[in-house]
């Protein structure tokens, strides 16, 4: 049996999500830590060496498209697995150009939300 801590962080600038995905998630086991933007990203992420980090494209100050960029151009944090979530109609191009694993379109169902995280967690 794996015991070993799930962490995951939630970037999005909209408490009300951030706190819906923190209930949920913690119920699942998971460590949750979130951030309401993406400045300093890089020490934010390696601070807590996160499983997954589940991205919103709309989040100060840089955006999900450039803050993607930046983990995935690092040695060290550009294999950790981003779910790219926004109530954009073209996520799955913005998700690409990201550089993120998948995605999750806004306003998702709770077990939605499970389902995608769940899987890229038992996937990588």
């Not at 706190?19 to 400045?39: A, K, M, P």
């Not at 494209?57 to 995935?72: C, E, S």
Request: glycine fraction near 4%; hydrophobic fraction near 40%.
């Amino acid at each position: 049996m794996n015991n070993k801590v799930k962490r995951i962080i939630i970037f999005d600038d909209d408490e009300d999500i951030l706190s819906i995905c923190r209930y949920i998630l913690e119920e699942q086991g998971w460590e949750v830590h979130t951030f309401t933007d993406c400045n300093n990203i890089l020490e934010k992420v390696s601070g807590v060496c996160p499983d997954i980090i589940l991205m919103d494209n709309w989040i100060p100050d840089a955006g999900g498209i450039i803050a993607t960029q930046t983990l995935k151009k690092d040695g060290e944090l550009k294999n950790i697995p981003v779910v790219y979530f926004s109530a954009n109609s073209d996520i799955q191009l913005l998700a690409d150009h990201a550089g993120a694993e998948t995605y999750l379109a806004k306003p998702f169902d709770l077990e939605e939300l499970e389902r995608v995280i769940n899987t890229v967690f038992i996937n990588n």
